[in-house]
């Protein structure tokens, strides 16, 4: 009798614990995980949505929900300014979730709100030291406008420099871009120039010395590994990325940069000046391609030269021609007597 009591006991305390320490994640929206605690104190376990158990939950085994919902944050703009004094504005945009691998390292690192801060100080800092720095990066505002590659390949560095495959070269990796750049090596700035050469002779020197000294075998290594590199950045400034930072637990998904903003006139005249430049190349071309057809009109014989010319200069819309349809109104009365009277002419003649 009594060891029929002591089993039934032991039975229904071992029912008591279990119903206890069950627990139910929902599977809520946003979507959540639960980060798995220890006496109180974060583990690196993360139970799933569903049912679980937590042994004496709230003594021994606890939970914390977490949201894995991406988190979408604005990075606010900044007043930067180039070596030129030109005074401009960039902001941005970044997206990152907690990837589960570390409840921990996530929580000690202050959770949603102290991780956006952390990302906010390290775009603060970073976006205007590079603006500013007379060595490396842009130099002028009109560098810093076809820079963004540069700066999202800069902040991701700054923000995940472990997890981002090195590419063994001392040249910086902008540079390398901008000379691995298909179908040809784009031409480098003025003040590129002055380091690099206008051809890039100086660089190509550099390469060759670091095959010597066996960084990477041959040039077509080093642009394949640029070439990996600048898919990464292409990526997450499209939103598809996957740059894990471990120290958080967390992973970027989307860094994009924003097209710099003239703040004050010197910035706005270079842009101005930028935007002339454009319009007066494009209206070279188009005159270009119209005279090689006002010369094929004249050499086949089909049009004078003042033809071929002003066929060319209509259709470019310098000239324009109107076809004009002159339209008069007759009373019908008019047309029957006129009728008539033309029909006497004719009875007339006959006779």
Known sequence: MLSGLIVFGVILLTGAILKQGY?????ADPPQVAARTLFGRFTDKVAPSGWNYFFLCGWVQGFVPISIKTQDLDLLRQEVHTPDQAKSGISGKISWFFNEKSPRKFVNAGSFEGINKKLESIWEGIIKEWAIATEEGPQTFMELLGANEEATDLILKSMVRNNLEKIPSDIPTNILFRYFRKPFPKKPTPSQTKIWGAKWQKLEKIIQEEIKRGCYYSIEELENLVKKRKEKINGVRQ???????????????????????????????MQLEAKEAREAAAEEKEVNHFLKISDKLKKDGSRSRKDADEIVQTERGKIKKEIKELKLSIPDETVEKFGEVVANILAGRKK
């Open 239 to 269: 939103g598809h990325g996957e740059f894990e930072k471990s120290e958080w637990s967390i992973t970027i998904r989307l860094l994009n940069i924003t097209k710099p903003e003239p703040l004050d006139e010197i910035a706005k005249a």
């Open 23 to 27: 627990r139910k994640i929902e599977v």
